[in-house]
């Protein structure tokens, strides 16, 4: 009976994670005042999103069986490339004896910087996916050596300098919500709407769910994750598909990095240094295999809400910083044992419509 559930909650990708977002949320509710609430699900929902479009950028690359560890790299090059193109310049001195805020940048329009900064991370990711497609080494090195590179070049030519003079219109990106009444006139009064960041991420998320259900692009990119020599045997080239899957995944993350530029109101370098473990996190236990050929994209939101809900709880007890980090870890172990579980699942599955098949073509034999 235990076997059974166990079983039934590893296979049911949505399920199971929605239960405990359920139970973080309850939580969060009842411990909260009704003003405190309603900042905190708002402030929630901003963060879900960014660690949304950042799940969904590890996805990318999971789909094809490989994984990358320089989102947060990526995601800090694009924001300072953007913050950089839009910054307003300010007369003002850096020198540490006569320090006043002074600012360097282009003044561009703030969509214009955008488009930049989504290119530069496009680029970073067909770079990274060419270099492991070419040299064929494996990605746990090339990107574990580009975290150190891409951060190397991005403190070097910025000078680890802080651009703080951003449009206003570009700040607003991260305040501005759609008030609720939009879709609920009974709610004309409430003093929450929906962020326009989350809006963003739901956006992503369909051209993601499009792109890996109905679109050859996406199919041949989950065969790829499958098994790279059965692809090529079927006439897919595989490599091709690497590299436009870190092309996806290296866009993502340059969207997630301006967005948290947005957030801040600063670009700074640090941007996308905490992302790596949430990124694995919310997707694995969204449903996306390590091993490849699988995605969960809805599952990739709810397994971000349950990261960041966690804190939130966790905050709340007034629990030490040491208790996140040990939290964090806890649900990262928990997440891959999940991913094991459901490879070992799908093995066995797999294992069952062979020996069906075998049973059939065995029996149709017989009777000729």
């Known amino acids: ?126 770079l990274q996916g060419s270099i492991i497609v070419k040299t064929k080494i494996n990605p ?57 960041v989350f809006l963003v991420a739901l956006a992503t998320m369909l051209v993601m769910w499009v792109i890996y259900n109905r679109t050859g692009l996406g199919r041949k990119m989950l065969a790829t994750g499958v098994s790279t020599r059965a692809a090529d045997y079927a006439g897919i080239n595989s490599g091709k598909y690497t590299v436009i899957a870190h092309g996806i995944s290296g866009t993502l993350c340059a969207l997630a990095g301006i967005l948290t530029v947005s957030k801040l109101g600063v670009a700074q370098t640090s941007v996308g240094d905490n992302w790596l473990l949430y990124s694995f996190a919310s997707t694995i236990l969204g449903g996306t295999l390590l091993s490849g050929g699988k995605v969960g994209i809805t599952g990739t939101m709810i397994g971000a809400g349950i990261m960041l809900m966690m804190t939130t709880v966790l905050a709340i007890m007034q629990l030490s910083a040491f208790t996140h980090q040990i939290f964090i870890g806890g649900v990262l172990l928990f997440a891959f044992m999940l991913n094991k579980g459901r490879e070992i699942l799908i093995l066995k599955q797999d294992k069952m419509m062979m020996e069906m098949q075998e049973s059939v073509a065995a029996a149709g034999g017989d009777k000729k």
């Not at 405190?36 to 799940?55: C, N, P, Q, Y």
């Not at 680890?160 to 709610?187: D, G, Q, T, W």
């Open 1 to 126: 009976m235990i076997k059974k559930s166990i079983n039934r909650f590893i296979s049911n990708d949505l399920t199971g994670i929605t239960v405990i977002f359920t139970a973080l949320l309850l939580i969060v509710i009842f411990k909260s005042t009704t003003g405190r609430l309603a900042f905190s699900l708002t402030a929630i929902s901003k963060d879900v999103a960014i660690f949304t479009i950042v799940g969904l950028a590890q996805m990318a690359t999971l789909a094809v069986g490989q994984f990358n560890l320089a989102v947060g790299a990526m995601g800090g090059a694009a924001g300072m490339v953007c913050g950089y193109l839009i910054n307003l310049p300010a007369e003002g001195s850096m020198e540490a004896a006569d320090y006043s805020l002074a600012e360097v940048g282009l003044a561009m329009p703030w969509l214009l910087g955008i488009l930049v900064g989504l290119l530069v991370g496009f680029l970073l990711g067909i």
């Open 140 to 196: 746990f090195i090339i990107t574990l050596a580009l975290i150190s590179v891409i951060h190397g070049f991005n403190m070097w030519i910025t000078e680890n300098m802080y651009f703080r003079n951003l449009p206003l219109a570009f700040k607003a990106i991260n305040k501005f919500s759609i008030n609720r009444s939009v879709f609920i006139p009974e709610m004309e009064n409430c003093p929450n709407g929906i962020p326009i």
